[in-house]
């Protein structure tokens, strides 16, 4: 199986054709191949009315899932008509439980103020009616005729005292009973004769009887002239009164408001006294244990979703969802003393302002927030929004509000990383029932026309947006470039546009630092060259412990048992490769290949799995006449912070091989590659730092002209190196080689023939060869000491 060594320009950055899109058209986002299966679902999700067809958008950060979304549903939601206004209506009847009713869009401001009118003109109108000269004159006439009446049962009261020579007097403390004098008048019983006091005292009790009786008959016509008052403030307030109600009502006819119109009549009716005094002093006792409310607070619209300027449905976007941001809270105003609540100060959250319309809702925020998670599952189950205190504990207040659900209408949108999506929602059954849609966004798309047209079309106008100034072909190569090197694939571009428009953006403020008019191809490798040395502060501290040889590893000479594998740091920011010294070391045995990384637990499943790769393939190859007849341990040298991965498992194998053949590997090689059980190598990730990291160890320590790196042939398209590497390349200085087996690895460190034979033939001079040779003594000595019975060798 031939080595090949790959050439500059298949290094180097990929130099794609510049597309750019036509001038009727608009770059959009979903319109990448990576996004339009993203947009197919949220086009879908859109269009199903039933419930549980919500959708969760999960894409890579900086793939512009956010912004691309929200512009697609406001896009989408330009087709539909203006959802309904809210408002929140005093409940007379048990005021703790305001109703919401739905109006048209706009209806819900026009009713505030018609209301705010009624109650304001009503006060004049009552005034007036109660002042007019009709009800005055009746008001007088019902008030001379029960005065008359009054007056006349007192006088018969006086009458019947005086037969027995006493009397009935009126004064501030109520009704007294008097004796009187021959010249008629009062005087005490202590006064009177005594031949005419003993008489007197016996009809002092029935004239009190008979005035008891007299004031019950005056207490009830005092109640029927009240009744009969009120009767005819009522109906001078009902002339008033119900056809103003009627206007009103005729206007507005949505479900449910004319039984609240005819409640409220009633209720004013009640309460007419109120409109008599100062709309500022509470007047009006609700009844339940809450504090009075004035005339305004208790007539008022709460309005609660106002569309009156909106054509559309809202995109809402609740970036913090607590409870209170996203089901709204009841407020409480400061009154005698204490906090008390209104209907009034109910507030909307974020289901409601997007009710009929879309929330849109982003992952992480939505984990933080676990206990509004369960709240918003329930108000999608049951349809409604419901608002609850969920602030308060121990038993319920007398009078606390309890506002009626507003039934809901929404399509949830969650936008997320994919480990948001798998790790946490996608495990949860009751999301799998509200959440049927997943639009899913590539982290890649082919490097081809539509793609790279678009591509050009947002990053020009991105740059010119946020700089002010255009990008030239120039700078757009290299900014597509930069996308490939992300993507890791030189026929493909990172579906994070956002983090290459970011490249884009400071490339033009170093255009703009030298007055220029354009960004160019060197401003953008410029840009991204400041960028790597403001994040690379580990990379470089990384190599000069290289340097100083704190971290032992050569770039030159061969060395028996010990490989450079290439590993990649990734510190979220920056990643960079820096090679590791994987070392073995062989000895009479039969327990195989030793990971010292296992035995103390630095290692994961993922290494250890290619250990044991590793392992089966030397029995293939060494141990088909005799059982497996070395113990090699074998480790990554000073890995103090634990190892995963497969990617090192062709280096491992090398220097196990080298261990126990005993020839030397080149250390002016780095490797990198997993491999399975027949030796075929296998394609790993972070090639390209992998590669960087190599080169400049051997930059630093010099190069030599043979020095370079093996890779497996399949990684050979997710090269992307620097210009700096690819010069070195293309002066000889470097090298890169893919393999297809691990044979051609090891005959490329070792500079020997392997020596692989299908019939397990080795020559001699094989390094396959020495291996079995060595591996034939190890065999003998554990015969000898008797750790295997015998047998006859063929």
Not at 92 to 109: D, I, M, V
Not at 456 to 468: F, H, V
Not at 737 to 750: G, R
Not at 764 to 783: F, H, P, Q, T
Request: proline fraction near 5%; hydrophobic fraction near 35%.
């Amino acid at each position: 199986m031939p080595v090949s060594r790959l050439d500059a320009d298949d290094c180097g950055f990929p130099h794609f054709r510049i597309r750019s899109p036509q001038k009727d058209q608009t770059p959009e986002i979903f319109a990448f191949s990576s996004h339009y299966r993203a947009a197919e679902a949220l086009k879908f999700g859109l269009s199903m009315s039933e419930p549980g067809f919500n959708i969760f958008v999960l894409g890579l950060d900086r793939a512009g899932r956010m912004t691309a979304t929200l512009d697609y549903l406001k896009k989408a939601m330009e087709e539909r008509p203006a959802p309904q206004d809210w408002v929140y209506l005093n409940n007379f009847s048990r005021s703790n439980k305001p109703r919401p009713y739905a109006l048209a869009s706009g209806e819900g401001t026009k009713l505030a103020d018609a209301m705010e009118t009624l109650i304001s003109h009503l006060r004049e109108a009552f005034a007036s009616a109660f002042n007019a000269p009709t009800h005055l004159t009746e008001t007088q006439s019902q008030t001379e005729e029960a005065r008359t009446q009054l007056r006349e049962k007192f006088d018969a009261l006086r009458e019947y005292a005086r037969k027995p020579g006493l009397d009935v007097q009126e004064n501030e403390k109520g009704v007294m009973i008097v004796a009187l004098n021959e010249e008629g008048e009062p005087v005490s019983l202590d006064e009177i004769p005594k031949e005419r006091r003993s008489e007197a005292e016996d009809a002092f009790e029935d004239v009190a009887e008979e005035a008891r009786k007299t004031l019950l008959s005056t207490r009830d016509l005092e109640e029927q002239i009240a009744d009969t008052l009120d009767a005819l403030r009522r109906s001078a307030a009902k002339v008033v009164l119900k056809p103003r109600i009627r206007k009103i009502r005729d206007k507005f006819t949505a479900p449910g408001l004319k039984a609240w119109f005819e409640a409220l009549e009633k209720d004013i009716l009640d309460n007419i006294d109120a409109f008599e005094e100062d709309s500022d002093q509470p007047t009006i006792d609700s009844g339940d244990g809450k504090m009075p409310e004035t005339v305004d607070d208790r007539y008022a619209v709460n309005l609660l979703i106002d569309h009156s300027r909106d054509k559309h449905p809202d995109v809402v976007l609740e970036p913090s969802p607590s409870y209170d941001n996203l089901f709204g809270q009841i407020q409480y105003r400061p009154l005698a003393g204490g906090m008390h609540p209104h209907f009034s100060l109910i507030k909307p959250g974020a289901l409601h302002r997007a009710n009929g319309g879309v929330l849109v809702l982003r992952a992480e925020s939505l984990v933080e927030h676990e206990d509004s998670w369960a709240f918003l599952k329930a108000a999608l189950r049951d349809r409604e929004i419901r608002i609850e205190e969920t602030h308060k504990s121990g038993p319920p207040t007398a009078g606390a509000p309890e506002p009626r659900p507003i039934p809901l209408d929404v399509k949830v949108v969650i936008v997320g990383a994919p480990k948001y999506y798998y790790t946490f929602f996608s495990l949860d059954v009751d999301f799998r029932n509200h959440f049927r849609v997943k639009a899913d966004i590539d982290a890649d798309m082919p490097a081809v026309g539509r793609n790279i047209s678009v591509y050009t079309g947002l990053l020009r106008s991105s740059a010119l947006d946020r700089t002010g100034i255009t990008l030239d072909n120039g700078a757009i190569r290299q900014l597509l470039g930069q996308a490939a090197r992300w993507a890791g694939e030189r026929d493909k571009l990172t579906a994070q546009i956002e983090r290459v428009e970011d490249v884009a953006i400071e490339a033009g403020a170093l255009a703009k630092s030298e007055n220029r008019e354009t960004i160019r191809a060197a401003d953008v490798r410029r840009a991204i060259e400041e960028r790597r040395h403001r994040n690379s502060r580990l990379e470089d501290r990384s190599h000069e412990r290289v340097q100083r040889r704190e971290i032992l590893i050569d770039s030159f000479g061969a060395v028996a048992g010990q490989v450079n594998a290439l590993t990649v740091l990734d510190y979220g920011d920056h990643a960079f490769g820096l090679p590791a010294r994987v070392s073995a070391r062989s000895y009479v045995g039969n327990l195989g290949v030793l990971n010292i990384e296992r035995m103390v637990d630095m290692s994961g499943p993922l290494q250890q799995k290619s250990v044991m790769t590793i392992e089966g393939f030397l029995k293939s190859r060494f141990a088909q006449d005799f059982p497996i007849s070395f113990a090699c341990n074998v480790t990554f040298e000073q890995n103090y912070g634990g190892i995963e991965g497969d990617s090192a498992s062709m280096a491992e194998l090398c220097a196990i091989i080298s261990a126990i053949s005993n020839i030397p590997m080149r250390q002016n090689i780095g490797v990198t590659g997993s491999m399975n059980q027949f030796g075929q190598a296998q394609p790993v990730g972070g090639v390209s730092h992998k590669i960087e990291g190599f080169y400049r160890i051997c930059a630093d320590q010099g190069f030599t002209g043979d020095q370079g790196v093996i890779i497996p042939l399949a990684n050979a398209e997710n090269v992307v190196l620097r210009e700096e590497v690819v010069q070195a390349i293309r002066q000889g200085k470097f090298n890169i080689w893919t393999v297809e087996h691990i044979n051609d690895a090891i005959e490329l460190l070792s500079g020997k023939p392997c020596g692989d034979h299908p019939d397990g033939q080795y020559p001699d001079d094989s390094v396959y060869g020495k291996a079995m040779e060595r591996l034939r003594k190890n065999d003998r000595i554990l015969r000898d000491r008797h750790a295997f019975p015998a047998w006859s060798e063929q």
